[in-house]
Antibody, heavy 120, light 107 residues
Framework: QITLKESGPTVVRPTQTLTLTCTFS??????????VGWIRQPPGKALEWLAL???????RYIPSLKSRITIAKDTSKNQVVLTLTGVGPVDTGTYFCAHHSFHTSEFDFWGQGTLVTVSS | SSVLTQPPSVSVAPGMTAKITCGGS??????VHWYQQKPGQAPVMVMYYDSDRPSGIPERFSGSNSGNTATLTISGVDPGDEADYYCQVWDVGQDLPVFGGGTKLTV
């Protein structure tokens, strides 16, 4: 059974760095074809994909945030970490991590999400 | 690059059929995936690769993809189907995933 859970701060000050952790079980990110992605959703708005990391450490980022965003994996801890620098109010929203298959491109299992508010 | 267009809202009476569309150039050459998101919850995949239904998703949910439009069809809609629905594809040109803007289904 695949499960994912996001964790991190609920409030971040403007210009600071946001670090979110996705802890998962039921699969290994070392397995060929496996990836974990981050998707966010501003309040009342649509889903927005942010980043992906693959089993072979290949990474993909949304072009509009590429200079501010980093994704990394810790295989031993079954975790994927997302870092977003220089946050502002537009970065407020719910952040989801999800299991993704390289071969089929869908996000088939999602975490519950974590709400992050950027506010001074 | 793929830009996916969804109607902001679709309204249907209980027991009727709802059709939610996702438009994009050459979308029929890509596998389209669909997600259902109820208020305060995480998205759930309800269809993948145009018309494959994950385990646990009722047969009332079906999908198609032809021309420039993919369609998620929900037959015999019930109030429990009221949710936001998002389509998603893999943009081959940019080599990254793209989500549609979402459709709010009102029953």
């Amino acid at each position: 059974q695949i499960t994912l859970k996001e964790s991190g701060p609920t409030v971040v000050r403007p210009t600071q760095t946001l670090t979110l952790t996705c802890t998962f079980s039921g699969f290994s990110i070392d397995t060929t074809g496996v990836a974990v992605g981050w998707i966010r959703q501003p309040p009342g708005k649509a889903l927005e994909w942010l980043a992906l990391i693959y089993w072979d450490d290949d990474k993909r980022y949304i072009p509009s945030l590429k200079s501010r965003i980093t994704i990394a994996k810790d295989t031993s801890k079954n975790q994927v970490v997302l870092t977003l620098t220089g946050v502002g109010p537009v970065d407020t929203g719910t952040y989801f991590c999800a299991h993704h298959s390289f071969h089929t491109s869908e996000f088939d299992f999602w975490g519950q999400g974590t709400l992050v508010t950027v506010s001074s | 690059s793929s830009v996916l267009t969804q109607p902001p809202s679709v309204s249907v009476a209980p027991g009727m059929t709802a059709k939610i569309t996702c438009g994009g150039s050459s979308i029929d050459t890509e596998g389209v995936h669909w997600y259902q998101q109820k208020p305060g919850q995480a998205p759930v995949m309800v269809m993948y690769y145009d018309s494959d239904r994950p385990s646990g998703i009722p047969e009332r949910f079906s999908g198609s993809n032809s021309g420039n439009t993919a369609t998620l069809t929900i037959s015999g809609v019930d109030p429990g189907d009221e949710a936001d629905y998002y389509c998603q594809v893999w943009d081959v040109g940019q080599d990254l995933p793209v989500f549609g803007g979402g459709t709010k289904l009102t029953v």
